[in-house]
């Protein structure tokens, strides 16, 4: 029995829901090296998909790759029904309008305060007033738990509340789409699963689909609907916590378990290795 067949008894409400992500056969390189080999996964509407991975396995890549921040070798990515890689920058745009993103660190600009970063987007796209735009930056601070918090500067707010901050911006357009990296990475356990809860309760309230690319297990066994579990640009499985946690193949027990994999090479490769470095 593979995987998604599981997914499809364990999960009969999210399979009845249409893709909203889909990516068939990506290639990715940098310069010469294959970062990414032949990635197909999909994401449902109204789920929460965890892309995980140890460092190097392509997970960063696949989400510059979603965003359209990164041109493919080969490869379809459908957002919302539109290839992402062939449709016209007008289109594109739009279509970035109805997808919000966390990045890892906040990305806050420095020299706005709260209310002013939250509001950016909207700035950016829409031709709103700015009492409407207050209105609707403050309603979000409300739903990340921020109210009260809109005059303080980026400099003033303690890790969880740059994430909070992070979120509020990324859906004050209500978008369909979230997409949050490492959403607690740095933070203390009881703040990383407050940040969880809010990724929780975002789905619950807005409907969206959401993204999220975390090392962190407690936070992706938490959330997860399902994980993309990545290896070195492969997927090793697309399943469900329980799915994951039971799989038989050694790489994703090594990853569950945090035990580290020495890698052998038979003396033609390390040669190879040796010799690349100089040409």
């Known amino acids: 029995m593979t995987a998604e067949a599981a997914v499809v008894r364990a999960e009969p409400e999210l399979v009845a829901n249409p893709p909203v992500i889909e990516v068939v056969d990506l290639i990715t390189h940098y310069g010469p090296r294959e970062i990414l080999h032949k990635i197909s996964l999909s994401v449902r509407q109204g789920e929460i998909m965890v892309i995980m991975g140890g460092s190097g396995s392509g997970k960063s890549t696949l989400l510059n790759s979603l965003l359209g921040l990164i041109r493919p070798t080969s490869g379809q990515i459908r957002i919302l029904g539109q290839d992402l890689n062939a449709i016209p920058d007008v289109e594109r745009t739009r279509l970035r309008q109805k997808t919000g993103v966390a990045f890892q660190g906040g990305a806050l600009f420095s020299s706005l305060n709260v209310l002013e970063n939250i509001m950016l987007p909207l700035r950016?796209?829409?031709?709103?007033?700015q009492h409407t735009m207050?209105?609707?930056?403050?309603?979000?601070?409300?739903?990340?738990?921020?109210?009260?918090?809109e005059a303080l500067m980026p400099s003033e707010l303690s890790g969880g509340m740059i994430?909070?901050?992070?979120l509020a911006r990324a859906i004050v357009m209500d978008p369909r789409i979230l997409f949050c990296d490492e959403p607690s990475a740095g933070l203390d356990p009881v703040v990383s699963s407050a940040i969880d809860d809010l990724i929780l309760s975002l789905r619950e309230a807005m409907g969206m689909s959401i993204v999220v690319v975390t090392h962190e297990l407690e936070s992706a066994f938490k959330i997860a609907d399902r994980i993309c579990v990545l290896d070195k640009g492969n997927i090793l499985i697309v399943g469900t916590v329980d799915e994951v946690k039971n799989s038989p193949n050694q790489r994703i027990q090594n990853l569950l378990n945090r035990r580290t994999?020495?890698?052998?090479?038979?003396?033609?490769?390390y040669l190879r290795r040796l010799t690349a470095a100089n040409d």
Do not use: C, S, Y
């Open 261 to 269: 994999e020495e890698e052998t090479l038979d003396p033609d490769e």
């Open 134 to 149: 207050r209105i609707m930056a403050r309603l979000k601070m409300q739903v990340v738990n921020l109210a009260g918090f």
């Open 124 to 129: 950016e796209h829409t031709r709103l007033d």
């Open 163 to 166: 994430k909070r901050a992070a």
